[in-house]
């Protein structure tokens, strides 16, 4: 609980490192042949009116690869790349660096993702959560699946909280990719919830005697193995991913990694609780 | 049983050498020079002869989206709606109407009392498609009218513009000898244009984004250009500039002012043709224009009409030169020069072929990839596929022994069924596709995980091994299906929501769920039925 509100403060008082996906913008990514610093190369830009930008270093070490990020938006943004390309031609020889590539966005488009994006998490969220209920109404009756698809949901919103501070720890850009992550981790986190419910709705139904409580207990414990086993078959594959897939794929594997180990314990910690206490406030 | 198994063991095999076909294009085949894959010549034509289709992230290249700038094209349209209205009402002979355009898009029609009614009727009968933007003001001495495009009009008038340009820059593209671009309207006022393996993103982007508005305009020689750059133009005039030269060592070129006629005479919309001539000696290439009947009468009029005076050429507002007008020029034929090189009239004549935009367009969106990043993309992608997938392969059989091998021959089938429907439905493959397909790995195996475990289960319970099979399917499966239909709806939403990259990972998302439910349930279960079938089953390696 206690994460998730320190996640919400922090997202809102600094605002997560919006890629220019969101943000809007330019970003130019640059390969050198040879060791380059930075102040090299924003000294070389200089003879370009870029307003505010940052440079920095990308990728693994002794890649000499370099992304410049430029926030301002204005007519000539479009040819940015082409005036960058003749200031560094200028400085180093235009056959010593590489403009590997180019991603320019407009504020309105900007604007667009970032609404979309957001939309698109929260509906995700909210159709887990419906499918979850409808699922195990039927079993249980309107309410009790009510219970459910709320615990489901609640969990949902904490990983999705979670692997957003990890990502803003980790100074990671929020591009598309990492919505596409944070999409993926609500379907996938998902998963382990419905196994778990499943097996609380089947040992309802086989044991009659023990109370709510142990019932979740025992079924958490059957399930456990099942549980770890799934999520650890999935992070192995994102280990290799973020390890071996190049700069550009890493911020989705590791949110992704992030994402689905706080799916194995927000299940297990966050939405068997909350079903219970629904459970005994009800029945009071 | 065994009935059963055989059928499936054939169904299956189908589908696996179906699946080899599909896939046949990315090994025979050869990629000739427009980028298209050409089969070895006993390769029969009914069967499948495209490879995989590479994004651009892979493959380099441009995605640009192109905001059309509609205000402009309705604000002209309002101006030729002025003065068709403006020229009704004066053959009708009414008189005290004035009328006159006000913010933009809207007309303000002064009516005198006296002719206020066959005023509105004029409106109704002949401009329905100007409603009013405000309720008319009466006073004593007449009514004032605001009336602006209606609804329906305005739309239309949207669509005609988007799918207008769209036409235009597709005419532009094609002469650019790019393979398979991508051409498409976007939204309601959006084009996007895709460009794979384009090797100058910046002269596309020239070429694309120009409005190429093509105007002849007369130079009055009377006003000081200086002058009037300085305290600005006299009433019926404008002042435009055109460069001089080069420019030296980087610096932009020194701009000359032009005051002229603000009436155009003529426009690039009578161009038929367009063609780079070399020019003589120190004049450079130029571009000779070849107008149609219609143009090349009306270029004879107005230059019998103007011998002596000098005629400006007007691109873009900007004044490319201003010949003096020798003679009569018959023949529909005119020039252009300036300081052009080689490749700049080139792409002149180009946008000039093509013919203009109506309304100016914007870049508001640009993804470009180099081509030795979408490379080193590839191989990045296949290493943490190959890796990922030994690490799970590995892992199943390490813990499952047995159960665990047929699990991943499984894995096997699935990848290959999902690269076959990938090739079969030329969806497009990009970089967090390839991290989809390595992501299905490891969550593929999640089905058989939950089958084991539950066979485990039931055979720890005590049950005979053949029932301990049986129930382990069926109860695993609600919860199979559950997880999968959850990440598939995450996935349909990532497709809606996503552009490019991201919805080819949603493409490998979905199809690799419905590949591993085939794979990972239904053919394990083959194997399974297959030893039941068999013999007595004793015991399972599992």
Redesign the interface.
């Known amino acids: 609980m206690v994460v998730n509100l320190a996640v919400l403060a922090w997202l809102f008082a600094k605002g997560p490192n919006l890629g220019v996906d969101f943000a809007g913008g330019t970003m130019v990514?640059l390969?050198f042949q040879q060791r380059t610093t930075i102040p090299d190369i924003r000294q070389a830009l200089e003879t370009i009116d870029l307003g505010g930008s940052t440079i920095q270093e990308f990728g693994q070490e002794g890649a000499f690869e370099f992304l410049v990020r430029v926030e301002k938006v204005g007519l000539e943004i479009?040819?940015l790349?082409?005036q960058m390309?003749?200031a560094l031609s200028?400085k180093f020889g235009a056959d010593k660096f590489?403009?590997?590539?180019?991603?320019?966005?407009?504020p309105?488009?900007g604007e667009d993702l970032r609404w979309?994006?957001t939309l698109?998490v929260i509906?995700?969220m909210a159709?887990?959560g419906v499918?979850i209920w409808v699922?195990f109404a039927s079993a249980f009756g309107a309410k009790f699946g009510l219970h459910f698809g709320l615990g489901a949901v609640i969990a949902l919103i904490h990983d999705v909280l979670v692997t957003v501070g990890a990502l803003m720890l980790a100074n990671y850009e929020f591009d598309?990719?990492v919505?596409?992550a944070l999409?993926?981790i609500?379907?996938?986190s998902?998963?382990?919830t419905?196994?778990i419910c499943?097996r609380i709705r089947?040992n309802l139904r086989k044991i009659r005697r023990e109370s709510l409580e142990s019932i979740i207990n025992t079924s958490l414990n059957?399930t456990l193995?099942?549980t770890i086993?799934?999520t650890?078959?999935?992070?192995?594959?994102?280990?290799?991913?973020y390890?071996?897939?190049?700069a550009?794929?890493r911020p989705?594997?590791f949110a992704?990694l992030v994402g689905f180990v706080s799916g194995v314990y927000s299940t297990i910690f966050i939405a068997s609780p909350v079903i219970l206490l629904w459970e005994k406030s009800f029945r009071r | 049983m065994r009935r059963g198994v055989l059928t499936r063991v054939i169904i299956f095999s189908v589908l696996a050498l179906l699946s080899v076909l599909f896939l046949a294009p990315n090994f025979l085949g050869k990629k000739d020079s427009t980028g298209k894959t050409e089969m070895p010549n006993w390769w029969p034509d009914f069967l499948p002869s495209d490879a995989i289709h590479l994004g651009l992230d892979l493959q380099g290249g441009s995605h640009l989206v192109l905001e059309v700038k509609l205000d402009k094209a309705i604000e002209n349209h309002i101006e030729r709606l002025k003065s068709d209205l403006t020229n009704s009402i004066r053959d009708k002979g009414i008189s005290g109407v004035s009328v006159e355009r006000v913010e933009g898009t809207q007309l303000e029609i002064k009516v005198a009392t006296a002719s206020v009614d066959r005023v509105r009727s004029i409106l109704k009968a002949d401009f329905a498609n100007l409603s009013e933007a405000k309720t008319p003001q009466t006073s004593a001495s007449g009514t004032d009218f605001v009336m602006t495009l209606n609804r329906e009009e305005t739309r239309a008038l949207r669509d005609y513009i988007v799918d207008q340009s769209l036409e235009t820059i597709r005419n532009r593209i094609d002469q650019f000898g790019v393979s398979e671009p991508v051409i498409q309207r976007q939204g309601l006022n959006n084009i996007l244009v895709q460009l794979p393996g384009i090797q100058d993103p910046q002269r596309a982007k020239d070429i694309i984004g120009k409005t190429a508005l093509l105007e002849f305009k007369l130079v009055d020689d009377n006003v000081n250009p200086e002058d009037a750059a300085k305290s600005g133009a006299p009433p019926g005039r404008q002042v435009l500039f055109g460069q001089v030269g080069k420019g030296v060592a980087g610096a932009s070129p020194a701009k000359v002012p032009y005051v002229l006629e603000a009436r155009t005479l003529m426009t690039g919309e009578y161009i038929k043709d367009a063609r780079v001539r070399p020019g003589e000696q120190l004049q450079g290439p130029y571009v000779e224009l070849i107008l149609n009947d219609q143009g090349g009468r009306l270029f004879e009029q107005i230059t019998a009409a103007n011998v002596k005076r000098r005629m400006a050429i007007v691109l873009d507002n900007n004044v490319y030169s201003a010949p003096v007008i020798q003679e009569r020029i018959g023949g529909g034929r005119a020039s252009i020069t300036g300081s052009f090189d080689i490749k700049e009239a080139r792409d002149l004549s180009i946008v000039l072929r093509a013919g203009a935009l109506p309304a100016p367009v914007e870049i508001v969106e640009e993804r470009t990839v180099g081509p030795s990043l979408g490379r080193d993309s590839i191989t990045q992608g296949l290493t943490s596929f190959v890796v990922g997938g030994a690490l799970v392969v590995l892992f199943m059989v390490a813990y499952y022994k047995g159960a665990g091998l047929v699990a991943d021959v499984a894995l096997v089938f699935n990848v290959l069924f999902m690269a076959a429907v990938l090739a079969g439905f030329q969806a497009v493959l990009t970089l967090p596709g390839i991290a989809g397909i390595v992501l299905t790995l490891g969550m593929a195996v999640d089905a058989n995980v939950l089958i084991n475990e539950r066979i485990r289960e039931e055979i720890r319970a005590g049950r005979a091994v053949r029932s301990a099979i049986e129930a382990g399917y069926q109860n695993a499966l609600p919860a199979i299906l559950d997880s999968n239909i959850t990440t598939f709806l995450s996935g349909v939403i990532l497709f809606q929501f996503g552009t490019g990259p991201i919805k080819g990972f949603a493409v490998t998302l979905c199809i690799g769920i419905l590949t591993t439910v085939i794979t990972a349930v239904y053919l394990t279960r083959i194997y399974y039925d297959y030893r039941i079938g068999a013999r007595r089953l004793e015991r399972i390696s599992i």
């Open positions: 990514q390969k479009a040819a790349g082409d390309k003749k200028a590489e403009i590997r590539r180019v991603e320019f966005v407009g309105k488009i979309r994006g698109s509906a995700a159709m887990m499918y699922r598309l990719t919505v596409a999409l993926t609500v379907g996938f998902v998963n382990d419905v196994v499943d089947e059957e193995s099942r086993l799934t650890g078959t999935a992070l192995l594959v994102l280990l290799a991913l390890l071996l897939g190049g550009v794929i989705f594997a992704l």
